[in-house]
């Protein structure tokens, strides 16, 4: 390539913020030469590598801020683990319909059956998908909440429940920690946060599990809580 043009598409690539073609645009070219790309193909790679090369950044940006415990996916989870637990319908639900119908997943079972690695596997899903999401714990919520009260804070705070397409409760165990809190009702904490609970409510047991999903209504945004 002709060094005053390589230089200036360097140049334009910087300005732009096109930091992987300023950088790569000879090995681009050498691909683009290989495989006897047309000039719609050619473009067609470019963007497809700044595409992938900003969508991975904002993917582990959105990962590193969401408070996930760890970054799992469903190809990790054991499924050997819950023979009765129909991997098909989990996969329905990494399809992330719920999310765009704002329904809820509940998942429900003693400690140490996988709860909390599928709703982060869920969410993690939909991260990859471009949504946002957000992980706690029902009881640290709780108390955020109720120490923004007394603040007069509570409606701000409220929002960074409510403003993720998908909030994870993780321990709704833990809600027992609400019955203190006077000035609103456990009821009206759920509410706004996942609203329903029941949209899809699966079933793990120790040792052989057992899965079942029922849908019945919509809340106001995707949410999931292993109890």
Known sequence: MNELISTRIHDHATRLALPHLAENLEGLLSRAEADSMGYLEFVDLLLGEEVGLREGRRFRTALKLSGLPHHKGLDEFDFAFQPDLDP???RDLAAL???TSHSNITLLGPPGVGKTHLA???AVAACSAGYSIYFTSLDEAVRQLRAAEQTGRFAKKLQTYLRPAVLVLDDLGGFLAALSWTTTTP???V???I???GEHTLTLRPG??????TGSGAAGSGG????
């Open 88 to 90: 098909r319908k989990i």
């Open 97 to 99: 319909e719920f999310v």
């Open 120 to 122: 982060v596997a869920l």
């Open 187 to 189: 009821e009206q904490l």
């Open 191 to 193: 509410s706004w946060l």
């Open 195 to 197: 609203g329903d609970l």
């Open 208 to 213: 052989t599990g057992a899965g079942s999903a």
């Open 224 to 227: 999931m809580g292993p109890a």
